[in-house]
């Protein structure tokens, strides 16, 4: 096992064995049609991380139960684990050892912010850790968007899980990330349809052009312009505000269930996207979903899951 460390640092900045940390971490989706790695939005699906400062020697042992369990290393390679340990980083404390454990029920390669989530998770642990063992003050905000928005490259869904609600992001280059909170309109509602395929963001993101006509980047831009309105002050724009020329167009060939059932949702009036990458579809409305829809989503190969808008990352009693 790999110890925790970080270079040679004094034992007043070693973390106290025993110190422990839990927080629970929502799910996001990204994009919302239009707003192409700027726009975001939390959603009532939760993963938890439970961290514990070990003794000198045992290194990073990793549990986990849930989504992908089965499929994650179980050691310092772990993503929460990678995270945990690049929050004390930050943070100039180190941990003789970690005992982590996850339980995920974000699916993973869905669409659904999951890398994100994890990153979060990891970092708010962290964060935790340092207000347990009093060496140092808590995470901010904005650190924890900045520090998540790293191993993205781009803040969409990390800021959704560090803030809550919707969030608008923008970059500095390629290092510096930022972003701040939308206060959503009361009566907004989320409706996840999510597949058991997989998909990847590198290979999606690779399906789209270096270069796109001047009408298709007017629309966007008018189309994410209007969607800060639809989610804050009336939805009832919300059909045209998730309109998108961007990308969806693109990777509809690698998804032809997920960009069939989003175009079969909105030709019913709903407000349809593809979930950040893919393969899940999301609709945003003000009124809930049925049994139609549901059946509708079934024909394609989707569930229908109905969720809540989530507040940002807590860390737990």
Same mark, same amino acid.
């Given at each position: 096992?790999?110890?925790?460390?970080?270079?040679?640092?004094?034992?007043?900045?070693?973390?106290?064995?025993?110190?422990?940390?839990?927080?629970?971490?929502?799910?996001?989706?990204?994009?919302?049609?239009?707003?192409f790695d700027c726009l975001g939005?939390?959603?009532?699906?939760?993963?938890?991380?439970?961290?514990?400062?070990?003794?000198?020697?045992?290194?990073?042992?990793?549990?986990?139960?849930?989504?992908?369990?089965?499929?994650?290393?179980?050691?310092?390679?772990?993503?929460?684990?990678?995270?945990?340990?690049?929050?004390?980083?930050?943070?100039?404390?180190?941990?003789?050892?970690?005992?982590?454990?996850?339980?995920?029920?974000?699916?993973?390669?869905?669409?659904?912010?999951?890398?994100?989530?994890?990153?979060?998770?990891?970092?708010?642990?962290?964060?935790?850790?340092?207000?347990?063992?009093?060496?140092?003050?808590?995470?901010?905000?904005?650190?924890?968007?900045?520090?998540?928005?790293?191993?993205?490259?781009?803040?969409?869904?990390?800021?959704?899980?560090?803030?809550?609600?919707?969030?608008?992001?923008?970059?500095?280059?390629?290092?510096?990330?930022?972003?701040?909170?939308?206060?959503?309109?009361?009566?907004?509602?989320?409706?996840?349809?999510?597949?058991?395929?997989?998909?990847?963001?590198?290979?999606?993101?690779?399906?789209?052009?270096?270069?796109?006509?001047?009408?298709?980047?007017?629309?966007?831009?008018?189309?994410?312009?209007?969607?800060?309105?639809?989610?804050?002050?009336?939805?009832?724009? &919300? *059909?045209? $505000?998730?309109? %998108? !020329?961007? /990308?969806?167009?693109?990777?509809?060939? =690698?998804? @032809?269930?997920?960009?069939? &059932? *989003?175009? $079969?949702?909105? %030709? !019913?009036? /709903?407000?349809?996207?593809?979930?950040? =990458?893919? @393969?899940?579809?999301?609709? &945003?409305?003000?009124?809930?979903?049925?049994?139609?829809?549901?059946?509708?989503?079934?024909?394609?190969?989707?569930?229908?899951?109905? &969720?809540?808008?989530?507040?940002?990352?807590?860390?737990?009693?």
């Open positions: 096992m790999t110890a925790v460390t970080i270079g040679a640092l004094d034992a007043d900045l070693v973390l106290t064995p025993g110190v422990t940390a839990r927080v629970r971490v929502p799910a996001s989706s990204a994009n919302l049609g239009p707003g939005l939390a959603l009532g699906l939760y993963d938890e991380v439970s961290v514990t400062v070990t003794e000198p020697g045992t290194g990073v042992v990793v549990t986990a139960e849930g989504e992908s369990a089965d499929d994650v290393p179980l050691d310092e390679r772990h993503l929460v684990a990678r995270a945990v340990i690049r929050g004390l980083e930050a943070a100039g404390v180190a941990a003789p050892g970690i005992a982590l454990h996850c339980v995920n029920a974000i699916p993973h390669s869905r669409g659904l912010g999951s890398s994100a989530a994890a990153v979060v998770g990891g970092l708010a642990a962290a964060s935790g850790l340092l207000v347990a063992d009093a060496r140092r003050p808590a995470l901010t905000q904005t650190q924890l968007v900045q520090l998540s928005s790293e191993f993205e490259g781009h803040p969409d869904n990390a800021a959704a899980s560090v803030l809550g609600s919707g969030v608008v992001t923008w970059t500095h280059g390629d290092t510096e990330f930022f972003a701040r909170k939308l206060p959503l309109h009361p009566s907004i509602k989320a409706t996840s349809f999510v597949p058991q395929t997989q998909s990847s963001t590198a290979e999606t993101r690779g399906l789209l052009p270096d270069e796109v006509p001047r009408a298709d980047a007017v629309f966007n831009v008018s189309r994410v312009a209007l969607g800060v309105v639809a989610l804050t002050t009336d939805p009832t724009c &919300l *059909m045209d $505000a998730t309109s %998108d !020329r961007l /990308h969806q167009t693109y990777r509809a060939a =690698a998804m @032809p269930a997920s960009s069939g &059932l *989003m175009n $079969a949702l909105r %030709d !019913r009036g /709903h407000a349809a996207t593809v979930s950040g =990458a893919g @393969p899940s579809v999301l609709v &945003l409305g003000t009124s809930d979903l049925g049994d139609e829809e549901a059946q509708l989503a079934a024909e394609y190969g989707f569930a229908m899951l109905p &969720l809540d808008i989530a507040g940002g990352v807590e860390i737990l009693p």
